[in-house]
């Protein structure tokens, strides 16, 4: 089992960026594929970027490609999201998530552990 916690949330203007962290605690951060995913009220868990084992591949949601970047860092035992170009539309609580020996995985039920989330917030 592994615990995650985010971290890095905040309000910031359209236009700017932000970069969340995820930090880690219990069975060891490479045998999970990472996973960020965001949520507004009312909506179903939204599916951002993920992350291989290892960190040598990354997918992202069409609305993610070319603005958000996902990394890892397993000997800190931490994962990071970079978000740029920041839009009111990426205003949601933002979820890290860990998938047991997964790969290229974006569906939120395929996730076996989750941090609390943190708020983004993005508006002048």
């Known amino acids: 089992q592994v615990t995650l916690v985010e971290s890095g949330g905040g309000l910031v203007q359209p236009g700017g960026s932000l970069t969340l962290s995820c930090a880690a605690s219990g069975r060891p951060l490479s045998d999970y594929a990472m996973g960020w995913f965001r949520q507004t009220p009312g909506k179903e868990r939204e599916f951002v970027a993920g992350i291989s084992r290892n960190g040598g591949s990354a997918w992202y949601s069409s609305a993610a490609e070319g603005r958000f970047a996902i990394s890892r860092d397993n000997t800190k035992k931490s994962v990071y999201l970079q978000l740029r170009s920041l839009k009111p539309e990426d205003t949601a609580v933002y979820y890290c998530?860990?998938?047991?020996?997964?790969?290229?995985?974006?569906?939120?039920?395929?996730?076996?552990?989750w941090g609390q989330g943190t708020q983004v917030t993005v508006s002048s």
């Open positions: 998530a860990a998938d047991l020996y997964g790969y290229d995985e974006r569906r939120y039920w395929e996730y076996e552990s």
